[in-house]
């Protein structure tokens, strides 16, 4: 009978009692309280047999224990036997990758499914996850470990608008069909839909979604928070419905628009600041003349709207006329509202907590980051800002949330007491660019969204999905 090295060190590093396991005339001795609820409760004094592969075993000890290794089998395989022994929690722990930090992220891989790969919407959970909207209305999961797990056709033509609900459930929306739409993904099966009915107003009938905010991160206070989402009719009369996340019933229906202007129109993106209370929505549109837009931040209760700015003009008039933005997100960590400006490409920042008719405290990027900001995205995600431009991939980040010591302690504690005292100020920003003149490329930035430790990233005319990682070796000093 072998006995395995690797085993028998997994128990001498636990804190519990060693558990002896014959895995297939293999000798293994682990953690008792690290085993599932089967194998940790036998009282048999000697080793307990089990009938598995005692390769994929040893595989799975090794990743644990190792890392920055490659495993030996494939990360799916690794994470069904995983569960067999209650060891998936520490194995998907080890194969995710170390907190993603904007300035040390990189291209890690790519996702590309195998039939119709064009993207039209990526919905990433904190668990590291993905659910890829594609082609004509196919959807496509990738586990944590980005293995490929299923795809399949959707009744919709075009999905533009996802989110996943939990780890087997995602909403679709489309902008060319009706309703809001909860499938299984993992069983690729219609669970329910969603209609915007309006008894008193025959004419809203057949909405189609424009947005749907993100869920709650998995520490949030209420992770079953209502389910907010843009409708809109064809005669272009909108509003922002609140969707209950276990019956599937709408519970409230938050600013109604009409929809014949520009300042009333369907909002584009939708953001739920649960900690406030408030929904925030934002609509741009361009043309021959530009870039035109409003944000506006809703209270939830009471449905009125307690801020609101439009931009060129306006109520709650920006100091730079003539230079809108192109995009606009929140940080729901730091509640801090941040947007890019359409012709100079400089970042503008608000503290939530301290909004006024012109709150925006402005950033300017390199020489490289001076093309404008005509197409650029940007994304809020892990206290950092993630905006997309011509030449590249450039992220921001507030001085007191560097992790890699770049800057001294004195810069750090003056520009901390600067931001006590008077909120936002452009000295507590940093920026750096994540990618390299190489990557730029391939092409404009059209979507990004994160998940877990990852930053999922789509590119106009490419049919991927581009993966982006912090190195585990970020920050290593060479001796």
Known sequence: METSAAGAGAGRRGSGTAKQLNVGGKLFALDASSLSLSLSLDPSPTATFVDRDPALLSAILSAIHAPSSPPAFPARILLDEALFYGLHAQLLAALSP?????????LASTLSPASEPFPTALAAHHDGSLCLAHGAGQLTYYSPALDHLTTFRTHLHRATSLRQLSTSLAVVGSSSSPGLHVYDFLEGRHVASVEWADPSDLRVLKARVIAIAARPPADAADTNSPIFATFECSHRENCILAIDPVTLKPVQEIGRQGGTAAKSSSPGRVVHLQELGLVFASSVSSG????????????????NVVWETSEPGGSGRSSRFGDPFADADVDVKQLVLYKVCSKSGDIGAADLRRLSDDPWVYM???PRGS?????????????QVFVSRKDGLEVWSRLEEQQNNIWNLGEQLRAKEMLDKKGINENCYRSSYMDTEEDSKRGMIEMMEGGGDRLFVTRAGMPAVEVWESSRLAGAISL
């Open 98 to 106: 170390p907190p993603l930090f904007g300035f040390s992220a990189s």
């Open 288 to 303: 021959a003349f530009g870039y035109s837009g409003y944000m506006r931040l809703w209270d939830i209760r009471s449905g």
């Open 364 to 366: 300017s990027s390199g």
């Open 371 to 383: 093309g404008g900001g005509h197409g650029s995205v940007l994304h809020c995600y892990k206290s």
